[in-house]
């Protein structure tokens, strides 16, 4: 079957324009991927954190309580005076375990349902019984009015005519239903940009009316790029994850898209993130769900602001040198580092004399030496903690089994 090529006449934008919302996977890829049970009153922070930083739809869901905690939230925001007018929060209603939900949302509170957008996966589980349109209808008669659709997709052999045929099907479905927001999920992590580029661009051309979201995995390195290439080829909406959260192997980071916008002049509503809050929100979601910091992810990571101070130093030497910490380590010990160092410290006659810079040297040296043996000790203490922390009270398949014939007896 014949790949999908770009519309004729297609010209896809880089920079200066305005995309219509981003939307946080945050709490709901959190709560799925941490292989422990965060409970909703821990999530409360991070949300109100995240709320701050400008963004305005959160995605939730979706597990057996969900649409009750949703409320709970929701009450507390309100309550404490966190919650902006214009919030929403996006429950992923899985169409092949969703019945059980509905009577939570058959109860949810009145005055609460304008904050709620019922985000549907699976629309093509049982649709010969029109599960879907019967589940957007009942809702709609509980009073929510606010919809979107998240196909589900299999892009590892490409974007082909046929696989476009199922994905337009869906999206014709999704409009009988009077439904205009269409999330794209590569599901596995498998599309390439360039595909990604195609598919946008076929999807903006055919229609030009709907809202369309790339729900970008990582499995492959390319969920920024895909991204990315989604909304330079016509999708109007974007999602990610602080500090890169969610499935498998994550999601694009929220702060480096942030980062990225800024430099590239592309709004959300006409307006930036904060990016300081940005930092705040990434670190708070490792803490939350329990995540080891990663120390060298872009713009957040735990030491991506600090630098090394010998002369091999290449940002400097480019003149991008920046107001941060600097460190001194083996590979940075060369002489003209050093003498930087004595120039600086007002040591000029010592600087110029090469006897003591070669001590001065040796010494660096020793210390470097010690340090590193003992840090490598506490690494390794650190390192055996986190593999037995990672490894112990997750319920595991097998755990799961034995507990079950345990409750049963």
């Known amino acids: 079957m014949a790949l999908l090529t770009l519309p004729k006449n297609h010209k896809p934008r880089f920079s200066n324009f305005n995309i219509d919302g981003i939307l946080d996977e945050t709490l709901r890829e959190g709560s799925e991927r941490c292989p422990f049970s965060v409970q909703t009153d821990r999530k409360i922070p991070l949300i109100s954190t995240i709320f701050k930083t400008g963004i305005r739809d959160i995605v939730f869901g979706s597990g057996p309580k969900d649409p009750t905690d949703l409320a709970s939230v929701i009450k507390q925001l309100v309550h404490q005076d966190k919650l902006p007018s214009d919030a929403k929060f996006s429950f992923i209603m899985l169409l092949n375990c969703h019945e059980p939900l509905m009577k ?15 985000s549907f996966g699976m ?57 205009n927001v269409v999330r794209i999920n590569d599901s596995l992590g498998t599309i390439y940009p360039e595909a990604m580029a195609i598919l946008a661009a076929n999807l903006r051309h055919d229609y030009p009316l709907v809202n369309f979201c790339l729900h970008a995995h990582n499995d492959r390195g ?3 790029q895909n991204a990315l290439v989604s909304i330079y080829n016509g999708f109007n909406l974007i999602e990610g994850g602080f500090a890169g959260t969610g499935n498998r192997s994550g999601l694009p980071a929220i702060e480096i898209l942030n980062f990225i916008f800024k430099e590239k002049s592309i709004s959300i509503n006409s307006k930036y993130i904060d990016s300081s809050l940005v930092l705040d929100a990434a670190r708070l979601t490792e803490r939350t769900f329990l995540s080891i910091p990663d120390l060298y992810r872009p713009v957040s990571g735990h030491i991506v602001e600090q630098e090394n101070m010998g002369v091999a130093n290449i940002p400097s030497f480019l003149g991008a040198a920046r107001d941060i910490p600097y460190f001194l380590n083996s590979t940075g010990l060369h002489d003209a580092t050093l003498q930087k160092i004595m120039s600086d410290e007002g040591l000029f006659d010592a600087a110029n004399d090469p ?16 340090i590193y043996s003992r840090k490598e ?14 490894a112990t009270d997750v319920l595991y398949t097998s755990s799961v089994g034995k507990y079950t014939r345990e409750f049963l007896k």
């Open 104 to 118: 939570q949302f058959k109860y949810f509170p009145d005055e609460f349902k304008k904050y709620v957008t019922i």
């Open 355 to 370: 006897g003591l810079v070669q001590q001065v040297k040796e010494r660096f040296d020793s210390i470097l030496v010690e």
């Open 222 to 224: 390319l969920g920024l």
């Open 123 to 179: 629309v093509s589980h049982k649709s010969d019984e029109k599960t879907f349109e019967r589940a957007t209808e009942e809702l709609r008669g509980y009073g929510f009015t606010n919809f979107r659709v998240s196909l589900l997709n299999n892009f590892s052999s490409g974007v082909d005519e046929v696989s476009y045929e199922k994905i337009i099907k869906e999206i014709d479905r999704t409009l009988h239903m009077d439904i």
């Open 377 to 390: 000790k506490e690494f390794e203490q650190i390192r055996n903690q986190l593999d037995k922390f990672y």
